[in-house]
């Protein structure tokens, strides 16, 4: 901190350039205090009122989860713990041992003991819907003029691809080309979905 000069040793010009710099010196300092003051009073940050992602910020209307003790509980034959097995399975595949590993003897039902049971998942295949439009024209009798009958909407001529398929190429493209994970090369998958949805938009 700067010490106070002798007043009585300054001129009255130097005591209003002091007065001057003083001023502004508290002005500077009180803008300060009142800043801090609202960043004290200000609500916490969240993903609404800052830049904070989605992720960072509280979920509402959600219970906390309790805290799980010792290990998760595994599927039968599995070391370490494992996901709950599914109540009602589409399909149960039971492999079971013919003969012996050691001596090659053949074992019966009876000689067989479950060893583990868990679960494996799988989406299940895609196959693509193709349906074909056929669009009539009629000709009138009275006129002689040819009417072509409309067609329901979504299936329009043009590209053979649908509303669907288009979106899901441009949510792809977005999602591989825009966070630049895959390059767009001739040739590639990536490039044969961007032609298929710049033919869908055009």
């Known amino acids: 901190m700067t010490a106070l000069p002798d007043l009585s040793q300054l001129t009255h010009e130097e005591k209003d350039a002091l007065i001057r710099a003083q001023w502004a ?23 609404d009122n800052s830049s904070l992602p989605p992720s960072k910020g509280k979920k509402p209307n959600r219970a906390e989860k309790a805290k799980r003790r010792g290990p998760r509980s595994g599927s039968l034959g599995r070391m370490g713990g494992g996901r709950a097995l599914a109540e009602n399975p589409d399909e149960t595949v039971a492999a079971r041992p013919v003969r012996c590993a050691h001596c090659q003897a053949a074992l019966a039902e009876a ?29 009138c009798w009275c006129c002689g003029g040819t009417t072509l009958a409309p067609v329901p909407e979504g299936l329009e001529p043009g590209t053979p691809f649908s509303v669907g398929i288009v979106a899901l190429a441009m949510y792809l493209r977005w999602l591989l080309l825009g966070s630049g994970v895959v390059r767009l090369g001739p040739g ?11 033919s869908g938009s055009s």
Do not use: F, N
């Open 188 to 198: 590639s998958w990536a490039a044969s979905t961007w032609c298929a949805s710049e």
């Open 25 to 47: 010196q508290v002005q500077a300092l009180t803008a300060r205090v009142a800043e801090l003051e609202a960043r004290l009073g200000a609500p916490s940050r969240t993903p």
């Open 111 to 139: 000689d067989h003991v479950l060893h583990g049971r868990y679960d494996k998942i799988d989406l299940p295949q895609v196959a693509p819907v193709v349906t074909r439009v056929e669009r009539h024209a009629g000709r």
